[in-house]
Structures are given as structure tokens and as C-alpha cells.
């Protein structure tokens, strides 16, 4: 993902910073647990597409 677009990118459901996990193709928004996927290269930012995260990948931010 192109890092200018990460840097304008906030989460939908509290505004605070995504951080980019390549290994699942997703955008985590720690704050709120959630987990918005990537598709075809373009980031699906709605919380109802969004997977919750779990207990183990909140205590281990990456």
C-alpha cells in the first residue's frame, strides 16, 4: 500500500491511526480492536466489514 494514502487514512470509528499489517492485508485500528481488510489494493473502511481483533493481537502490536 502506498504509504502517502496510509498517512491520510484514519479509522472510521475513532479517527485515530491505522498501522498496516502486510501478512494479512489489513489496516488495525488498536484503539477500537478492529481490523479493516484490504482488496484488490484498495482499503474497505467500514466498520461492518471490519473483524474484531483478538485478545493475543491486542496484547502484541506489531
Request: proline share 5%; hydrophobic share 40%.
Amino acid at each position: 500500500m502506498d504509504k502517502k494514502l496510509l498517512a491520510m487514512l484514519a479509522c472510521p470509528v475513532c479517527k485515530g491511526d491505522l498501522k498496516l499489517n502486510d501478512a494479512r492485508t489489513e489496516l488495525i485500528c488498536y484503539q477500537d480492536a478492529m481490523a479493516f481488510p484490504i482488496r484488490e489494493g484498495i482499503p474497505v473502511m467500514l466498520a461492518s466489514e471490519a473483524r474484531t481483533l483478538s485478545t493475543d493481537e491486542r496484547l502484541h502490536k506489531r
